[in-house]
């Protein structure tokens, strides 16, 4: 049988390309969305070409009670889920003085909640299965204290990340389930100068998506609890 993964946010952006990724590895996808429904469709429909299981599903991972209904139907199909990658986690680049009361909740929600949400669901399963991976996507330097101008909800919703997958790891190994975090810089984007990264260029998805086949193989057992940044260098830091 097929390993189960399900990615958060996966319509578009990282999640998509994590999406198609494990596809290739053998797993069957559970496409992620709020409210990217055509985009969702698309990938779905590609992801099907090679694992006709695949299924999406729509939820508000803000809301427990629809985090709740959403793994309700995935193990309705699904026997079990080998892989949840938590994904979806908000940005907003705005002074702090002008950040509204909205936005900061949508940044601890959408970040934090959504995160514990989706794990605290399929905890019950993976300690049955003795066995599981959960995959956290923070930012660079979410492990510390860190400021970036104009990102501070961001980056401590980020943090809040952080010590939820230190918390996670330590509570869930001995049931055999691992917890780690990815950290990527700025995503494949064009909106920086080359010389504003290390290395001329901005994180590519590809990138992280080779950290994550290392970290849910057998070559990462003893790797739990870890934060791994993929950020070439780069150091968020206030101009
Ligand atoms: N992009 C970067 O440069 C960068 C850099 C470092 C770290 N990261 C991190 O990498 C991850 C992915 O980034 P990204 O830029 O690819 O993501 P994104 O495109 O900003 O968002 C991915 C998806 O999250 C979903 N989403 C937002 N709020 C939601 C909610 N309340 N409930 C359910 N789904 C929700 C949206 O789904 P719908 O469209 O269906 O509504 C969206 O398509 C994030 O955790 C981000 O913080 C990104």
Known sequence: MKKVAVVTGSAKGLGRAIARAL???????????????????EVLKQVQK?????????????NEKE???????????????DLL????GNFVYRDFSETTNSQFVDLLESNIYS???????LLPSMRREKS?????????????????????????????????????????????????MISPASLE?????????PMGRSAKYQDVIRVLEFLISDKAYYINGANIEVAGGFIPRIK
């Open 23 to 41: 596809v290739d590895w053998g797993f069957t996808p559970v496409i992620h969305y709020r409210s990217s429904e055509k985009e969702a469709a």
């Open 50 to 62: 090679k694992t006709p299981d695949a299924i999406a599903i729509s939820a508000d991972l803000r």
């Open 67 to 81: 985090v709740g209904r959403m793994f309700d139907k995935i193990y309705k199909k699904f026997k079990k889920v």
């Open 85 to 88: 990658v938590n994904n979806v």
């Open 115 to 121: 995160t514990l949400f989706c794990s605290r669901a």
């Open 132 to 180: 599981g991976h959960i995959i956290n996507i923070g930012v660079v330097g979410a492990d510390h204290l860190n400021l970036l101008e104009k990102s501070a909800p961001y980056f401590f919703s980020k943090n809040g990340v952080w010590l939820l997958t230190k918390m996670m790891a330590n509570e869930e190994a001995k049931y055999g389930i691992h917890v780690n």
């Open 189 to 197: 984007t064009d909106i920086f100068k080359k010389s504003d990264f």
